[in-house]
């Protein structure tokens, strides 16, 4: 099992570029979220699905576009980057049943000038 | 809304030494979950221990056990043996109840910083 994988590790973008954060299960869990983590705020909830073609917003969706098509894969989709979404980006699945546990994926580091 | 709150940004502790990390939380769910998650410096987010609220007794993982207050909504983390390799970030986590949209979730502190010194 190859687990909850990201790519890219690190990103950098200029204002105005838009990019897809990849996100990919080999675990076929239901629920799937994105996270991002800035210094001092711990982890806060972008989006997240509850299986392949549901999904709702979060915490801070503003900036960001989502959609599951796949139990494997919930892309992060940047539409037009902004300084302010600078941040590391966390993906993380779980399964509906057992110890509900969330596993994370390795992280992307994004920074937009 | 959900929220946790860990009081201590930064601790240290020395090697085979006992240390507790605070945190609290509010929620008005009677069934929820907490967990205790761990970020060393290369940023992976590392399960340490988990606790179920609708049992009473404090959950344990070898050397990292909690106190789950319920009534007073507090849920430390205790590591006893303190070793180099505990030194991380520690973020203290909230989800709620299963099949609810909370459950979807989780709800993080904004963390401790915990260094472990010789």
């Known amino acids: 099992n190859a687990g909850v994988t990201q790519t890219p590790k690190f990103q950098v973008l200029k204002t105005g570029q838009s990019m897809t954060l990849q996100c990919a299960q080999d675990m076929n869990h239901e629920y799937m979220s994105w996270y991002r983590q800035d210094p001092g705020m711990g982890l806060r909830l972008i989006h997240y699905?509850?299986?392949?073609?549901?999904?709702d917003q979060g915490e801070v969706p503003n900036g960001y576009n989502v959609s599951r098509s796949t139990t494997e894969d919930f892309p992060l989709r940047l539409l037009s980057a902004a300084p302010s979404q600078t941040s590391v980006y966390f993906c993380?699945?779980?399964?509906?049943?057992?110890?509900?546990?969330?596993?994370f994926g390795p992280g992307t580091r994004l920074t937009v000038t | 809304a959900q929220t946790v709150t860990q009081s201590q940004p930064e601790m240290s502790v020395q090697e085979a030494e006992t240390v507790t990390l605070s945190c609290t939380y509010d929620?008005?769910?009677?069934?929820?979950?907490l967990f205790w998650y761990k970020q060393p410096p290369s940023r992976q987010m590392i399960l340490v221990i988990r606790?179920?609220?609708?049992?009473?007794q404090n959950a344990t993982e070898n050397r990292f056990s909690v106190n789950f207050q319920k009534a007073a909504k507090s849920f430390s983390l205790k590591i006893s043996d303190s070793q180099l390799g505990d030194t991380a970030m520690y973020f203290c986590?909230?989800?709620?109840?299963?099949?609810?949209?909370?459950?979807?979730?989780?709800?993080f502190g904004t963390g401790t910083r915990l260094q472990v010194t010789l």
């Open positions: 993380a699945s779980r399964s509906s049943t057992g110890t509900y546990e969330q596993y």
């Open positions: 986590a909230f989800m709620g109840p299963a099949r609810t949209g909370t459950a979807s979730k989780l709800t």
């Open positions: 929620t008005s769910e009677n069934n929820y979950y």
């Open positions: 606790q179920e609220a609708y049992k009473q």
């Open positions: 699905s509850v299986g392949a073609g549901i999904t």
